[in-house]
């Protein structure tokens, strides 16, 4: 008897020694977080080498209906940029192939009088985007410039903002992607591979404006914003998406936003989208 | 007597499985460059960063030396070192291996970033000014090749340790903050 | 209790410390130990290498159509990472149609053929034996010499599918000096225009001016989605739309479904397939009866409108009484169901809105010349906003190939289908007729040469073709992917793909403006594969004799450069873009005359060659036709078909016993099949842009695009049922049927949609493949199965639209979708 409370005495002894040991590093680990902690308080300045004259951006699109010819070419553009998921018929199936630009088709009447349209669906990168409000890590923000980005190694893959977008352009990688060799030679070595787990979606092609941002500066003149195109931009054959500024009042956005053709899709659920529609006729 | 024994007995656990834990992964980090090139020798000779890095000031990753490029200013530079025999043999390798046979040199990359990173050395060496030495700290006076280190320290000096691939955002972000640069997610990430 | 104490038990139980050790120590690394056994998270994963090289924008030519589209190509160390459209091509001014962005997926394809192969099992078993280049072409060219030897160089037949006009030159002479006449074009005519209205009665080739027409009415013709220049049409429409303020211009589309011209013109009149040319020659007899037609351009340009009398003294009927006399407005309302109103009302819109424009595709010969006429009614034949009239723009020339006695005599020997007099008396040889030939000896077919040619896909009634060349006895076949044709051959030799080869070709754009567009590979191949036209050179050098001869150059890129010396000479012109500095040459003294090579080495630098200064004047209203004059009645036909052809076989009209009586029982829908609920549809069937050429189903990421106006990201064939078709069947939503015809049947999923009438049923052409790569094999089905062989009687065209389905229902979707 006399032995067990002896060991009592010394198990306590023991558990308390690790205790402590295990407390120490834990606060010694949180001291540096803590630490950092306080420089997170200073505002996080914007690209300082750009917005020279005081002028931010705010990124936004047209696309005229009018012009669009649902070819898709712009789909395919920047499924190649972007390096898309491949697919296949069992995913098609089961609604899992990601495009993060695709047609979307609405056609309404009985026959033979139908009204009909087919519009290129893409993230509208909004002012009040739904999907930031939501996610628990931060891993969508929305930047300074008005892109809504996507931060992929931040993202835990709750899917809260994919239930959250009215538009549903949000995905999310139910599994890995398939890329039997050699497809991952033709990658677009600017753009990450996303894996399983992950939400992703259309980044008005971010890094071609820090491509285009870093040679204007290496060529020694001033970021112009037509060096900033977009693949599905590019690629359109009628030309009916334009890209730009939409705090500039002379860009060719911001006056065809204020076209009576203009409209956006939702706007009633007040998420401002930055993606404007031109109606036909 | 006893006390000291038990205490070591314990030690020697402790160690045993703790070095288990350490050496296999770290066994895997080994690294063996195809050639010994020592740094330091070349640049006491004069040599500047850029000359065998070329790309560093307008693209975004700086790119490494390929044989044609080691042989012809050894050969150029032959006469004023004649008691070089390593100089002498390196070059005969280079040519008789690389060069006749069109092999590129497999440079083992060490230093570089994730895939989900965007890193440029055009935008920090160019539009940055950042001296190479302030991340890749130490290389020139390596005279090892640079290789992976066995065991990840948790060294934190801010930037590219002696060595390390860049392990921790923190390192890019203190920088970062100390001068002044963006630490928007999306200026890195992509 | 005292230290002692603790001591003393630590002593007795001693031996437990190394375990307590061991366990702290694992306790203490326990992070690193999960590191290790957790599946790594994202970015860990690092499957692609690592590029570190220059980074360079190479031109290129994209190679999936006849357009021609000039691409820009993103190399980083020998990897193509990016594509877009070259700017300073005419043709495509820096976009590209979905199709061109996937020429980087072309070249990574995993299921590439990647080394010559020979066949092992038997002929469609898919066992393949990897061999060498010489064993290969060895082989070939032992075969071939035999045929030569033995004095019958025309049983040797080549099949050419998609083919750029370089290649299809060098395929040319290399029939030319082998000795055979049978070098015959498979392939889809969707998305062709009226080629051959325009030859029979231009005798030109002709360009749709779409950006200036006035006014666009389509008959039958997708044309946003099966053009022969998917690019221009495309940016045609945005400048017709909204090209100049103060102008919108109407589109009116007629064709059996709402397709995507359908969805984005002013009006749809939807009518039953084969019915458009009706409602075409309807417009026609309104607009001359009220006499709204082009009185000017009829009577100096044209042939054949008033009745006329030969040298013998006979009367033959004239367009315009044909058309008086057999179209009127209510005939024509009753039989397509395009109430009278809206005939008369089109007409005015089509003769007072000028220069209006009307397109029609490739379909049967008469409806073509229907529509092409209608057009030289209101004058819109040679003026901005109509159709243009070219002459072909072919820049290549070889001096004339070495022909030796074998080669003239099996030259000078019958081909192998008949073409002349009634029998399709405008076509050269007739793809279709092949298997037939074939199949019951009446020609001797000894090899089989493939030239990217995949007829077992893509013609109607298919298992002809297969029992056909099962019966040859010696198949070869170049192309890319081991497609449904070349499983039947017996040795594969694989070709480079667009990146990987010198590409030429040579287009006019909507304008007229010739371009060449030339390009060198801007990668290394990939595999041991080589470029066609490097195959050609090295086989014929084994073939030896006058064929070598008549290849004297080392590869591609000399025949090229030789083939172009005449362009050079000419002086005319302009690379694309200013041509990089030449490093080499600019401390030479340079010749003040430019060479040969230098010119090529530019053109090529930049990505081609055009003539701006073309389109700025029109060519003359002078057409190649036996009067020297635009032919409502074709002189040439009716040469072609005997002097006693009735006159309406010369004349356009609807080939349908409504309009031709007796003369027209010959061509009938055909029967429907027995079973079913009773209800039979008329099957109408189209080409989505991306399965032009039926290409492009083994790309994964064109398969969604597919159907875009019905859902979305389906991989699959559907079939298009009207609503209240569907509900009397018992149909839902995405439910999968048997589409039975009285020939096979195929499996589709039922989309309710109500852009068909409701006794059509519409089904898109391009799925169904069974070999052709992991993306395409056994994804949707072949609609090509159910559609009898029923050609156009004097072209040689399959008919794709007369046959008579029922829809028989299957069961639940259970998301298997093998073909029968």
Not at chain 2, 140 to 163: H, R, S
Not at chain 3, 94 to 102: M, N, Q, S, V
Not at chain 3, 578 to 586: F, G, I, L, T, Y
């Amino acid at each position: 008897m006399e032995t067990k409370g002896k060991f009592d005495i010394l198990r306590r002894k023991l558990i308390a020694l690790f205790g402590t040991l295990t407390a120490a590093l834990g606060v010694f680990s949180l001291r540096r977080k803590l630490a950092s902690q306080e420089n997170k308080e200073t505002e996080p300045a914007p690209e300082n080498h750009e917005s020279q004259n005081g002028h931010k951006p705010r990124w936004g699109m047209v696309i005229d209906l009018d012009k669009c010819t649902g070819c898709g070419a712009c789909v395919v553009a920047c499924s190649v940029e972007n390096n898309m998921m491949l697919g296949d018929a069992q995913l098609a199936e089961q609604g899992r192939v990601i495009r993060w630009m695709y047609l979307l088709p609405m056609i309404e009447g009985e026959y033979p009088n139908i009204r009909s349209r087919i519009m290129p669906m893409l993230c509208q990168h909004c002012d009040r985007p739904p999907c930031v409000f939501v996610c628990p890590v931060s891993a969508t923000y929305k930047n300074p410039e008005g892109l809504v980005a996507q931060i992929y190694p931040r993202c835990i893959g709750c899917r809260y903002c994919v239930n959250n977008c009215p538009y549903t352009i949000k995905y999310f990688n139910w599994g890995d992607p398939e890329f039997p060799q050699p497809i991952p030679k033709g990658f677009n070595p600017d753009v990450a591979v996303r894996y399983k787990g992950i939400v992703e979606k259309c980044t008005f092609c971010h890094h071609r404006l820090q491509i285009a941002r870093e040679k204007a500066k290496a060529e020694g003149r001033e970021f112009r914003p037509e060096d900033y195109v977009p693949a599905c931009v590019e690629a359109c054959p009628a030309k009916a998406i334009y890209f730009g500024d939409l705090n500039d009042p002379e860009s060719e956005v911001s006056k065809l936003a204020h076209s009576r053709r203009a409209f956006r899709l939702l706007e009633e659920l007040g998420t401002q989208p930055k993606v404007i529609y031109l109606t036909e006729g | 007597m006893a006390k000291i024994v038990a205490a070591m007995e314990f030690i020697a656990g402790f160690l045993f499985v703790t070095l288990l834990a350490v050496v296999i992964p770290a066994n895997e980090r080994k690294v063996e460059q195809p050639l010994p090139f020592n740094h330091k020798k070349h640049v006491e000779a004069g040599w500047k960063c850029i000359n065998c890095h070329p790309f560093a000031d307008h693209q975004k990753f700086a790119g490494l030396p390929q044989a044609q490029e080691c042989v012809d200013c050894h050969k150029a530079e032959m006469p004023k070192y004649p008691n070089n025999k390593k100089m002498r043999e390196i070059t005969e390798l280079l040519e008789k291996e690389y060069i006749a046979k069109g092999r590129e040199i497999p440079w083992v990359v060490v230093h570089s970033v994730k895939d989900f990173v965007y890193f440029s050395h055009q935008r920090h060496v160019t539009l940055g000014k950042v001296e190479c030495v302030e991340c890749h700290v130490g290389v020139d006076k390596m005279t090892e090749p640079v290789t992976k280190p066995l065991f990840p320290l948790p060294t934190y000096p801010k930037m590219i340790a002696y060595n390390q691939s860049v392990r921790k955002m923190e390192w890019c972000l203190d920088c970062h903050r100390q001068k002044k640069v963006t630490t928007d997610c999306n200026a890195c990430h992509r | 209790m005292s230290m002692k104490d603790l001591m003393k038990e630590i002593k007795v139980n001693r031996r437990g410390f190394f375990k307590w050790g061991a366990i702290s120590g694992t306790a203490a690394t326990l992070p690193l130990w999960i590191q290790k056994l957790l599946p790594s998270p994202v970015g860990l994963k690092e499957t692609r290498p690592k590029l570190y090289g220059e980074e360079s924008f190479l031109p290129s030519v994209c190679g999936c159509c006849e357009a021609g589209c000039g691409v820009l190509v993103r190399v980083i160390k020998g990897n193509a990472v990016g594509i877009k459209g070259n700017p300073h091509h005419p043709v495509n001014k820096g976009a590209l149609c979905p199709k061109g962005f996937t020429l980087i997926q072309e070249l990574y394809h995993p299921d590439r053929v990647k080394t010559p192969l020979k066949r092992k099992g038997d002929r469609g078993s898919n066992e393949w034996k990897p061999i060498s280049w010489e064993e290969a072409l060895g082989e070939v060219s032992e075969k071939l010499r035999e045929i030569r030897s033995k004095g019958e160089p025309h049983s040797l037949l080549i099949l050419t599918g998609s083919t750029n006009k370089f290649e299809r030159l060098m395929l040319r002479r290399f029939s030319s000096a082998f000795g055979t006449p049978n070098i015959v074009e498979v392939g889809w005519c969707f998305g062709q225009g009226m080629v051959d209205a325009a030859s029979a009665m231009m005798g030109l080739n002709f360009n749709f001016d779409l950006e200036d027409a006035a006014f666009i009415i389509s008959f039958g013709f997708d044309w946003l989605q099966s053009f022969p220049s998917p690019v221009e049409a495309t940016y045609a429409y945005s400048v017709l739309r909204r090209g100049k303020p103060d102008r919108r211009v109407r589109i009116v589309h007629i064709e059996p479904h709402l397709s995507i011209t359908g969805i984005k013109a002013d009006e749809w009149i939807p009518v039953k397939p084969y019915t458009e040319s009706a409602l075409a020659l309807g417009i026609a007899h309104v607009i001359v009866a009220e006499g709204l037609y082009d009185k000017d351009f009829v009577l100096n340009h044209t042939f054949g409108f008033e009745d006329w009398v030969d040298e013998k003294g006979r009367v033959h009927l004239g367009f315009k009484s044909l058309l008086l006399r057999d179209y009127e407005p209510e005939r024509v309302s009753k039989f397509t169901g395009v109430d009278k109103e809206t005939i008369r009302r089109l007409a005015y819109e089509f003769a007072e809105k000028k220069p209006s424009l009307a397109l029609t595709d490739r379909t049967r010969f008469y409806d073509q010349m229907a529509v092409l006429s209608l057009n030289a009614l209101v004058g819109s034949i040679g003026v901005k906003g109509g159709i243009l009239h070219f002459d072909d723009f072919f820049p290549f020339s070889l001096p004339p190939c070495q022909q030796d006695e074998i080669a003239r005599k099996g030259l000078s020997s019958n081909p192998i289908t008949k073409t002349d007099g009634k029998i399709f008396p405008l076509a050269e040889l007739v793809s279709e007729e092949v298997p037939d030939s074939i199949l019951n000896s009446s020609y001797p077919v000894n090899a089989v040469l493939l030239y990217r040619a995949n007829p077992v896909f893509s013609s109607p009634d298919l298992g002809r073709w297969v029992e056909a060349i099962k019966t040859v006895p010696f198949v070869v076949s170049m192309t890319s992917f081991l497609d449904e044709t070349s499983m039947f051959a017996d040795i594969i030799l694989p070709l480079s793909v667009t990146l990987e080869s010198w590409q030429a070709t040579s287009t006019r754009t909507l304008k007229g403006v010739p371009v060449l567009s030339l390009s060198k590979p801007v990668v290394e191949p990939l595999y041991d594969t080589l470029s066609g036209v490097d195959i050609l050179l090295r086989l014929t050098k084994s073939i030896g004799g006058t064929v070598s001869e008549s290849f004297p150059w080392q590869d591609a890129s000399e025949a090229l450069k030789e083939s172009l010396r005449g362009l050079f000479t000419s002086g005319q012109g302009e690379p694309l873009s200013e041509p990089p500095a030449a490093e080499e040459e600019s401390w030479i003294e340079e010749e003040t005359k430019p060479t040969l090579d230098k010119w090529f080495k530019n053109i090529a630098a930049t990505g081609g060659w055009t003539d701006k200064k073309v389109a700025e004047k029109l060519p003359p209203l002078k057409f190649k036709t036996p009067s020297g004059k635009f032919e409502f009645y074709s002189l040439t036909l009716r040469k072609r078909l005997g002097e006693e052809t009735p006159d309406i076989f010369c004349l356009p009209h609807v080939e349908d016993p409504e309009f031709l009586g007796e003369l027209g029982k010959e061509v009938r829908l055909s029967v429907a099949p027995q079973g079913g609920d009773g209800k039979t549809f008329h099957l109408y069937l189209f080409v989505p842009l991306v399965f032009k050429g039926g290409e492009g189903a083994h790309l994964p990421y064109l398969q969604g695009i597919a159907g875009s106006y019905l859902s979305e990201h389906r991989w699959e064939t559907w079939v298009e049922i009207n609503p209240e078709t569907a509900d009397e069947l018992g149909l839902e939503n995405d439910e999968f049927v048997w589409v039975v015809s009285p020939i096979g049947r195929v499996k589709a999923r039922v989309k309710r949609y109500v852009g068909v009438p409701k006794d059509v049923v519409a089904m898109p052409l391009g799925l169904g493949h069974t070999a052709y790569g992991r993306w395409a094999q056994y994804v949707g089905s072949n609609p090509s199965a159910v559609v009898p062989k029923v050609l156009d009687k004097i072209t040689g065209q399959p008919l794709w639209q007369l046959t008579l389905v029922r829809i028989v229902k299957e069961g639940k979707s259970d998301g298997n979708q093998r073909q029968i």
